[in-house]
C-alpha cells in the first residue's frame, strides 16, 4: 500500500545499517534503544553477533513471530511493495537478504522508500488480537 518514513533512532536521522533495530522497533512498539540492547543482549546469549538470522530468529520467535519463506518462483519480482499489497492486515518483518523492514496494516516503515527490494523471507505476529 504505501511507504511510511520512520526512523526511531535518537542520534542518526538517516540510514545507518540499523534497519534491523528500526524494524524491530517498529513492529514490537517499542524504543529503538531497547530494541538495541535486546536484541544484543539475545546475541551475546547465543554467542552470536545481534545482526546474524539466528539471532533475529531467536528473538523474534521468543515474541510471538513466527517466520516464512516466500515461493521461489520468482523472488526478485515479489518486492516489499506487493508484500504489503497483499498483506493489509498485520505485524511483519520482511527480510530481504540484506535489509529488514516492519509492515504493519497494509504500510512498510523505513529511513528509506525500500519498496523494490525484493522479500525473501518474513516473520508474521502469530497473535491476532494484537493487530
Known sequence: MSYVFYNPNPRHKRSVGDCTVRALSKALDTTWES?????ASEGYEMGDMPSS?????????????????????????????????????????????????????????????????????YYMKENKEEW
Do not use: K, M, Q
Not at 530494541?35 to 536484541?39: K, P
Not at 521461489?72 to 515479489?78: A, D, F, M, R, W
Open 53 to 121: 538470522n539466528a539471532v533475529l530468529n531467536s528473538y523474534l520467535t521468543s515474541n510471538g513471530f513466527r517466520r516464512y519463506v516466500v515461493d521461489n518462483y520468482c523472488p526478485p519480482c515479489y518486492s516489499i511493495s506487493d508484500f504489503t499489497n497483499e498483506h493489509f492486515r498485520g505485524v511483519y518483518i520482511l527480510c530481504t537478504g540484506t535489509h529488514v523492514v516492519a509492515s504493519i496494516s497494509g504500510s512498510y516503515f523505513d529511513s528509506w522508500d525500500s519498496g523494490d527490494e525484493p522479500v525473501i523471507f
Open 35 to 39: 530494541a538495541y540492547i535486546d536484541l
